[in-house]
């Protein structure tokens, strides 16, 4: 759906005729996410690059009667940055400055377009630490962070990004600025609208200026991979180094992925045994005693028969390529067109989770090559079901959603979530209803006409107003 040429001319003059684009190549790459599942189809692109050029393209929208689409690192996986009905996607690429440091609070000020990484190696360089890790930093933006409340490889110790924002400054779908919590620890004046746009997925405003909390860098970190026999086994082996050691990350994975990874990539394998699955964990050794822990513990649960087979990592090298085993899955497992599920539930409610999910899954797609990953030590599980070569795109993925609803049946008799860190967007819309309750969900419809009465952010996604 093309725009109207005075509402063109209208974006041209608020941003620059340099920062409106309409040609088919920057509509195709601006107009997704990662997702494969979507045409993009939006109208125009605008690169606003200041605070007051994102207000006047949301209030001309509001009296053009366009949509807008918010665009990041384009890195998420529930097309929740997808535009495939004619909107107007606000690219924040060249809202990308760290604005200013404070030290005292251990805070940062970031524009929304910041990348991730960006935001680690600057607190890096202040001897600091940004503990919100993902495979894809190198190219996600806070923003979009914020807006999806991303997790990612450290929220075992570490949390989500809810909890590294301090401050935030957004532009509301009426077209008005709002400064939330004013970057304190402590406020305690009424309702924290902070929260209600972490996670929000642009469909309340688009958050233009965040003020990130930072913290010390953790010394001395140790990697190990350990190979279990069954999935039971890496809780067990969770429950055993978490009760006795600090972790930072507890990460799992499937022998296909490290199948995949490393013919992909040309890391060598852990070790030479194969195993069902993986465990990986991250520790800090603060001391030689932490270090000689780890090992104590590591071969009760040989003994125990949880382990089949472990390295330590025992240098920078080789704990990198530890860590490659579980980050690069999704980037090698994406030519195979997988369909995703990230669902999650109770830590205690894991193992028999597992184990229904593992039924459904091997009963329904017995020749799927299927793909197991996570974050488990914060009990979110992330489900890749493969394509066949030989099978057309449509076919596979109506196939996925013919068993979709028994996956999220699951979900919601161990009370878990449909989607634990990549968004509702349009990919999990549907199944809402699996997490939230109708009288939840018309609260949310409420908030939404709050700050967005004319419907111009981000719709479609998460619920439909009607």
Not at 178 to 198: P, S
Not at 318 to 335: G, H, V
């Amino acid at each position: 759906m093309a725009l109207a040429a005075a509402t063109l001319q209208a974006l041209v003059n608020i941003v620059g005729e340099s920062r409106v684009r309409v040609d088919e190549q920057s509509l195709a790459t601006w107009g997704v996410d990662w997702t494969k599942m979507y045409t993009p189809a939006p109208s125009a692109i605008v690169f606003p690059s200041s605070i007051e050029q994102v207000q006047a393209v949301v209030r001309l929208a509001n009296e053009a009667g366009f949509a807008i689409v918010p665009s990041g690192g384009r890195t998420g996986l529930s097309a929740g940055a997808v535009a495939a009905n004619g909107e107007v996607v606000v690219s924040f690429d060249y809202l990308n400055k760290i604005t200013e440091f404070i030290a005292e609070d251990r805070a940062v000020r970031i524009q929304a377009g910041v990348v991730t990484e960006q935001l680690q190696n600057f607190a890096e360089e202040k001897g600091l630490y940004y503990p919100v890790d993902f495979a894809s930093a190198g190219s996600s933006q806070l923003g979009g962070n914020i807006g999806t409340n991303a997790g990612g490889i450290k929220v075992i110790k570490y949390g989500m990004t809810r909890n590294w924002v301090l401050g935030l400054k957004v532009v509301t779908g009426k077209g008005d600025i709002l400064e939330l919590n004013k970057d304190m620890i402590k406020n305690a004046t009424g309702y924290d609208l902070r929260h209600l746009f972490i996670g929000a997925e642009g469909t309340l405003g688009l958050v233009v200026e965040a003020t990130m909390k930072l913290d010390r860098a953790p010394r001395n970190l140790q990697v190990m991979v350990l190979g279990t026999p069954d999935f039971p086994s890496v809780m067990n082996v969770l429950r055993e180094f978490q009760a006795r050691l600090d972790l930072t990350a507890f990460e799992f994975f499937s022998e296909l992925s490290v199948q995949i990874v490393t013919a992909h990539s040309g890391i060598p394998r852990p070790f030479e045994s194969a195993t069902p699955f993986y465990a990986l964990l991250e520790f800090e050794a603060l001391s030689e005693a932490m270090s000689d822990e780890a090992m104590t513990i590591f071969e009760h649960c040989v003994e125990q028969g949880w382990v089949v087979d472990g390295v330590l990592g025992q240098s920078e090298t080789q704990a990198k390529n530890l860590w490659r085993l579980r980050e690069d899955i999704s980037e090698t497992i994406a030519p195979f067109t997988p369909y995703k599920n990230d669902i999650s539930v109770m830590i205690a409610r894991v193992p028999a989770f597992i184990a229904d999910i593992d039924a459904i899954v091997s009963s329904q797609y017995p020749d799927f090559r299927v793909v197991w990953f996570g974050h488990i030590g914060d009990g979110n599980l992330h489900l890749n079901i493969l394509k066949p070569d030989a099978m057309d795109k449509a076919v596979f993925f109506a196939k996925c959603k013919e068993v979709n609803v028994q996956v999220f049946e699951t979900v919601q008799k161990y009370n878990g979530s449909v989607s634990a860190e990549h968004g509702v967007g349009m990919t999990k819309k549907a199944y809402l209803t699996y997490t939230r309750s109708p009288v939840e969900i018309e609260y949310l419809r409420a908030i939404k006409q709050v700050f967005d009465p004319n419907g111009v952010m981000n719709p479609g996604k998460i619920f439909d107003l009607a």
